[in-house]
């Protein structure tokens, strides 16, 4: 399995910017895509993004859609989610995922990192 491991949450007021990153252990054709996923206080797990290494599939959740954006440094074996005009609702944990083949739905992904928490303040 591929060992991922984010970084870059934090504390950020409305409107402002954050970038995470999500460093894997190892690249193989089980880590083909690249997801983020985020969980807010008592609610399920959300899709936010997915990314191939190639760089020529990625797509978004509808509610940052044009706010964030995923892309990858292959050089460093890192995933990256930029998020800009961050609001109060973008407040969850965020997790980084790997997947066997291109998806939008958590249980293609079978590597989890821990997390790193986002925390917007209106």
């Known amino acids: 399995q591929v060992q991922l491991v984010e970084s870059g949450g934090g504390l950020v007021q409305a409107g402002g910017s954050l970038r995470l990153s999500c460093v894997a252990s190892?690249?193989?054709?089980?880590?083909?895509?690249m997801g983020w996923f985020r969980q807010a206080p008592g609610k399920e797990r959300e899709f936010v993004s997915v990314v191939t290494w190639s760089g020529t599939a990625r797509s978004y959740a509808d509610s940052v859609k044009g706010r964030f954006t995923t892309f990858t440094d292959n050089a460093k074996n890192t995933v990256y989610l930029q998020m800009h005009s961050l609001k109060a609702e973008d407040t969850a944990l965020y997790y980084c995922a790997s997947a066997p083949r291109y998806s939008s739905t958590s249980t293609d992904f079978d590597s989890w990192g821990q997390g790193t928490q986002v925390i917007v303040s209106s």
């Open positions: 190892k690249r193989t054709l089980s880590s083909y895509a």
